[in-house]
T-cell receptor, first 112, second 112 residues
Framework: EAQVTQNPRYLITVTGKKLTVTCSQN?????MSWYRQDPGLGLRQIYY???????DKGDVPEGYKVSRKEKRNFPLILESPSPNQTSLYFC???????????FGPGTRLTVT | GQQVMQIPQYQHVQEGEDFTTYCNSS?????IQWYKQRPGGHPVFLIQ?????EVKKQKRLTFQFGEAKKNSSLHITATQTTDVGTYFC????????????FGGGTRLMVKP
């Protein structure tokens, strides 16, 4: 089954404790991206990757890092989480940037 | 920067009534996508429009792309409770290649 998986689905952590949210797709997609969703603000792109070893900043990259060492995986790293990073995070993949996006189930992160 | 605005932000309708959400971009778009997110779920791709003035139908849903390719609409005829969710439009970010800009979404609630 074609899908995007994210782990964990829910995470409560404390300020400053490094965390990683994993994302994996099994569709051999070139393009992957991370979004955060906040009430009234829609989906905002954090980082995206056109292909392996190619990553670029989105609209809201501050406080986040990503890597794309393999085509299928695109982890999101928060080196020192802060409460303003409390949000719902979605990973997405697609054949290319402007094609249909396939979203993962989401990760709800709370930073206290 | 490029903005994609959606109105209304919320809409309550009685089951059987029609519903329309509008999407307006500050710049001309090469294409526009529509997504639906059910409560507690992730965005799911509905359709992509590419041509000026294009109209596409999916059962009770009608999608339209404006002649100037700066606006789009989604119309649902005779809403059902299964239509509940948030509808997002998204278009390529003209200021930053390879990124999608999402509108803030319209949350549809249907009273049975």
């Amino acid at each position: 089954e074609a899908q995007v998986t994210q782990n964990p689905r829910y995470l409560i952590t404390v300020t400053g404790k490094k965390l990683t949210v994993t994302c994996s797709q099994n569709m051999n997609h070139e393009y992957m991206s991370w979004y955060r969703q906040d009430p009234g603000l829609g989906l905002r792109q954090i980082y995206y990757s056109m292909n392996v070893e190619v990553t670029d900043k989105g609209d809201v990259p501050e406080g986040y890092k990503v890597s794309r060492k393999e085509k299928r995986n695109f982890p999101l790293i928060l080196e020192s989480p802060s409460p303003n990073q409390t949000s719902l995070y979605f990973c997405a993949s697609s054949l290319a940037a402007y094609y249909e996006q396939y979203f993962g189930p989401g990760t709800r992160l709370t930073v206290t | 920067g490029q903005q994609v605005m959606q109105i209304p932000q919320y809409q309550h309708v009685q089951e059987g009534e029609d519903f329309t959400t509008y999407c307006n971009s500050s710049t001309t778009l090469s294409n526009i996508q529509w997504y639906k997110q059910r409560p507690g779920g992730h965005p799911v791709f509905l359709i992509q429009l590419v041509k000026s003035g294009e109209v596409k139908k999916q059962k009770r849903l009608t999608f339209q792309f404006g002649e100037a390719k700066k606006n789009s609409s989604l119309h649902i005829t005779a809403t059902q409770t299964t239509d509940v969710g948030t509808y997002f439009c998204a278009g390529p970010n003209n200021n930053a290649g390879n990124m999608l800009t999402f509108g803030g979404g319209t949350r549809l609630m249907v009273k049975p």
